[in-house]
């Protein structure tokens, strides 16, 4: 039997090690990483594969993936994408998950970091949108009410967002209050929003970027409206 996303959400070790590297960013002053943030890159890399007409397996293991793509920061945050994916290499074994799949879901964790990542499958591609894209006032720990942290301040000022994946175009739009401004959510952002423009591309897509119905990054005619 095929091993399932349920399947690796129960099981024992990988729970510890998604709640250890949640507990150890958090020390650190880290958004969350913890089930909102797996969860949500989980669903939406799932999402961004169904959409493209993806085999329902490649739709799973995207979703896999996204919910144990940040464990190796349980280790540290510096290179977690690679410690993550030799972590998780024995476990998926273990557990049964056939060893091509296991490649397949450790290299694309092995792929994700700004510093050493390129989108090498779709998996990989689906799971840099997912989670690269993911900023939310949810995601905030401060207990602040104006967070004065430039990370907290942007994601504090996202109220909305909304991935959609629609005539080759994977666009994501943001709406912000005026807590933060777009030239703010760009300075910390930026390599994140070329790392989806780059992935979409491997995909065979466009990426668009819109924050409160402006869009900032390049315009092609496939744009539509
Ligand atoms: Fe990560
Ligand atoms: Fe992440």
């Given amino acids: ?77 510096k290179h977690h994408g690679l410690n993550g994916a030799a972590l998780l290499f024995p476990i998926l074994d273990e557990m049964g998950m056939d060893i091509a799949e296991v490649c397949e879901v450790c290299s694309a964790v092995g792929s994700h970091e700004e510093e050493t990542g390129l989108p090498i499958s779709d998996i990989s591609a689906a799971l840099i949108i997912a989670d690269k894209v993911d900023a939310h006032r949810a995601r905030v720990r401060s207990k602040e009410f104006l967070p004065t942290d430039i990370h907290d301040r942007v994601n504090y000022s996202i109220q909305s967002t909304k991935l959609t994946v629609k005539e080759g175009t994977i666009a994501m739009d943001y709406t912000m209050n005026s807590g933060a401004s777009p ?43």
Wanted: proline share 1%; charged share 30%.
């Fill in 1 to 77: 039997m095929a091993i399932t996303l349920e399947d690796v959400q129960k099981n024992e070790k990988i729970k510890v090690l998604v709640e250890h590297a949640n507990k150890v960013l958090e020390v650190m002053g880290y958004t969350d990483h913890g089930p909102r943030h797996v969860g949500y890159v989980s669903r939406k890399a799932g999402e961004v594969l169904e959409n493209l007409c993806k085999d329902q397996r490649r739709v799973e293991l995207a979703k896999i993936t996204g919910w144990v793509h940040d464990v190796g920061n349980m280790i540290n945050r």
């Fill in 183 to 225: 030239m703010d959510f760009l300075s910390i952002y930026l390599t994140r929003m070329q790392m989806c423009e780059k992935s979409a591309r491997f995909l065979g897509c466009n990426f668009a970027l819109h924050i409160n119905g402006v869009k900032l990054n390049r315009w092609d005619e496939t744009d539509g409206v």
